[in-house]
Structure formats: structure tokens, C-alpha cells
């Protein structure tokens, strides 16, 4: 059995690219391994932005091994919730409410293990904003806002992630429910399904699907559309919200030591300034860095950093980030083609002069059927034990999905009759 499972390892391993620092090998490693000299990193960023920083460390530290596992976000946060059963030394990531949900669990090494870590056990390392990207050559017209977006000239051109597969989308869904409220955010979210091409499986799939044209325009973050990929072109959302990626030694770590050397320097100036290269092409975290590059940082980015009147509310994106997740996958991914149909069924109607009907019938079907007071008093106990959803839920979270899923069909199928009896009715 142990033979086989390294001939897997083994075999998997040389499918990775020559940069790609996956280390799957940690799937065969015994739980409580904590063998010297060897740094081990969870991450959901890409190869591009850690491979310069491992090289770096590595130039300091040549006889230490280094494994880099990449998961997403949730998965990740998943994980370690579950215990740092693997031994991960470090975990670094651009969602500030994952590093939230784990100083709650006490994911992360105590105050004083990590002096660079400050007293949370993480520290932040960049800052990012969301926004949309587009190829520099498909020569369609470029959205200057976000409720540019929501025009129909951009129907099936959008692509997104969903929030309970990417960090990145769960930020850009909490920046519309932060900014414009509860009811008002998600009004702009169901309205842009409309124009959604797909939902895809991870943020890298929303860049991928922008270069490869199965789709004209993709909601990102900025550095996955950065310098790294030349032939995309990034514009900020306004205004722009600011998001902490950060970095923090575990709890649990199985080289603790080596784990607090890796954060020093991804937050040291060394660190700082590898994030202004085109190869990670990150806004550093250090004000004198960003200073030092003048020109490099986007200006929207600069004006957010001065005004400040918009601060991204992390603790209370992780107290409703389970539930966030799986509304989003009930009321969009999985009925993405559902709602599609509607709103296209609607617009025909409007073609044909249809007035106060009509009107009504958009706002229900711009209206989610959850109450922020509802997800914010959930029990936290099992009803929201767990950020993502698996096979294993507890019963009483299965139950809480089954009646919002319930509300959320039923909603569209009164929708669903309306327009029917209105078709009826002939021009």
C-alpha cells in the first residue's frame, strides 16, 4: 500500500512544471513528521508570486527543503480547522477573513513565537482591490464602472468564481454587501447573473478564461491579472476597497523556527521589494517600499490608501462566511441558466411595452430571500461549523440549506408563473 501511494506521489509530481513548487509528497508524509530543515507553506497563491520568495528564502537558508502545497482559500481554511494534522510551518493568503477565521480557531502560533508576526501570529505582506479584467486586444467596449457591468450589451461575457471555491470572490461579493448593504449588494449581484457567462472553478480559471476568449470580461483581483500576463489589462472597481494579504506562522508547525524565518523576510524590506517585480507584481505592504516605487503603485490604489473611509469589515465578513458562500451557490451558481432565462424572458416582455408588472417582478427577482439579520443570528454553534460545504455537513446545517434552498425555489418559481400568465396575455 505504502509503495503504491509513493508511486502516485511519484508519478503526479512529474506532471508539475519545472516552476511549479506543488509538494504533494506532504500527502504521504506522516502526520507528526517534523523532520529539520524542512519549511513547509500553505498557500492558495500561484507559483508566481511564491516561487520568488522561496528562492529568495532558499538563498538564505541552502541546506533547508522547502514544500509549498496550494490549495484555495476555503479549502485551506477548511483544513486547518480541522487541525494542522500535515504540519504546515506558514499559511499566506490574500483573504483577510481566512486569517480571521483562524485567529478565532487559534490556528496560529501564540503572541511572542513570531516577533515579525505581531501579536495575531500573522502579519500583512500586500495589498490588492478587485476589479475586471479584459484582453488589451479584443477591442470591446471596456466598463468604466461597476453598474456599467449590468448592461445588456455585456450579456454571456462575464466570468466570475464563485465565493465558496475562491478567496477572491468571497472578497468581491463582501465588497458589494459592504458597500451597498445587504439587500442593495446582492440586488447588483442576482442582476449581474444576467450577464454572467459562467461560473467558474477557481479565480485562476477567471484570467484563464479572459486570455483563452471562452469569455470577454472576468472579476478578479488585481494581482492575478498583473504584469505576470501581459496581454490582459486590469481596471480598478471604484471605490477602490482595500484587502490585506497576510501571512502567518501556524500553530502546530512542525519547524515553528523556520516558519517565522520565512514571514520575516516576505515582510522584511527584502520581501517588500520583491513584490514590486513583474514576476509577483504586488503593491507591498510597507508604506516606505511603496514610497520608494512611486509610479509602480496605481493611483487608485493610492488614493484609497490616503482617504481611508472605506475599510474592509474582515470580522464581519468571517462571521457570515459560511453563509455567504452557500447562498451565493444556491441562489446563482446552481441556477445561473434559471435566472439567465428569466431576465431574458422579462426583457421580451418589456420589448412588448410591459410597465408596473414587470418593474415588480425585476425587484423580486433582484431580492434574495435571506435576511442579514438571519445569517448574523445563526447559532454558531454546528449550524455554521464548517466554511465550506462537505458530505459530512451536521444535520442542522443540511436543514438550514434545505429551507434556503426551498425559499430560493419557490421564489423563482412565483417569478416563473408571473411571466407565464403574462406571455399569456399576448401583445
Not at 67 to 91: H, I, P, Q, S, Y
Not at 119 to 133: L, R
Amino acid at each position: 500500500m505504502a509503495r503504491r501511494e509513493r508511486r502516485q506521489a511519484t508519478a503526479r509530481r512529474a506532471r508539475l512544471s519545472g516552476g511549479a513548487l506543488l509538494a504533494l509528497a506532504l500527502s504521504v508524509l506522516p502526520a507528526a513528521a517534523k523532520a529539520t530543515g524542512v519549511l513547509r507553506i500553505l498557500t492558495s497563491l500561484p507559483p508566481a508570486t511564491t516561487a520568488p520568495l522561496v528562492e529568495a528564502f532558499r538563498a538564505h537558508h541552502p541546506d533547508t527543503e522547502v514544500l509549498v502545497l496550494n490549495k484555495n482559500t476555503v479549502a485551506a481554511v477548511e483544513e486547518l480547522l480541522r487541525g494542522n494534522a500535515r504540519a504546515f510551518d506558514v499559511f499566506f493568503a490574500s483573504s483577510p477573513e481566512a486569517f480571521e477565521i483562524l485567529a478565532r480557531d487559534r490556528s496560529f502560533a501564540p503572541d511572542g513565537a513570531c516577533p515579525a508576526a505581531g501579536q495575531e501570529g500573522y502579519a500583512p505582506f500586500a495589498i490588492s482591490s478587485i476589479g475586471w479584467t479584459l484582453r488589451r486586444d479584443g477591442g470591446q467596449r471596456v466598463p468604466r464602472s461597476w453598474e456599467d457591468l449590468l448592461d445588456r450589451r455585456y450579456e454571456g461575457q462575464i466570468g466570475m468564481a464563485p465565493p465558496s471555491r475562491s478567496g477572491t470572490s468571497h472578497m468581491l461579493v463582501e465588497r458589494f454587501l459592504q458597500v451597498r448593504g445587504w439587500n442593495d449588494g446582492w440586488g447588483f449581484l442576482l442582476r449581474l447573473a444576467r450577464n454572467l457567462a459562467t461560473v467558474t472553478s477557481r479565480s485562476f480559471a477567471v484570467t484563464d478564461g479572459v486570455r483563452s476568449g471562452r469569455f470577454d470580461i472576468g472579476l478578479t483581483i488585481d494581482f492575478l491579472a498583473g504584469s505576470s500576463q501581459p496581454e490582459l489589462m486590469f481596471h480598478y472597481g471604484t471605490p477602490a476597497v482595500l484587502f490585506p494579504a497576510q501571512i502567518g506562522v501556524l500553530a502546530g508547525a512542525g519547524d515553528p523556527a523556520l516558519g517565522c524565518e520565512f514571514l520575516t523576510l516576505v515582510t522584511g524590506d527584502e520581501g517588500q521589494r520583491l513584490m514590486l517585480t513583474p514576476g509577483i507584481g504586488r503593491i507591498p505592504a510597507s508604506a516606505p517600499v511603496r514610497e520608494e516605487a512611486g509610479a509602480l503603485i496605481p493611483p487608485e490604489i493610492t488614493t484609497a490608501l490616503r482617504s481611508r473611509w472605506l475599510d474592509y469589515n474582515a470580522g464581519l465578513a468571517s462571521d457570515r462566511f459560511w453563509a455567504v458562500n452557500v447562498l451565493f451557490d444556491l441562489a446563482i451558481t446552481d441556477r445561473l441558466e434559471t435566472r439567465r432565462l428569466l431576465w431574458a424572458r422579462l426583457e421580451a416582455l418589456r420589448a412588448r411595452g410591459g410597465g408596473h408588472e414587470l418593474d415588480l417582478l425585476a425587484r423580486q427577482l433582484s431580492r434574495l430571500p435571506v435576511s442579514e439579520s438571519e445569517v448574523l443570528n445563526l447559532d454558531r454553534g454546528p449550524a455554521v461549523s464548517r466554511v465550506m460545504e462537505l458530505t459530512d455537513l451536521p444535520a442542522a446545517q443540511r436543514a438550514l440549506i434545505r429551507n434556503w434552498d426551498e425559499r430560493i425555489a419557490g421564489q423563482l418559481a412565483a417569478i416563473d408563473g408571473a411571466l407565464t400568465a403574462l406571455e399569456g396575455r399576448g401583445p
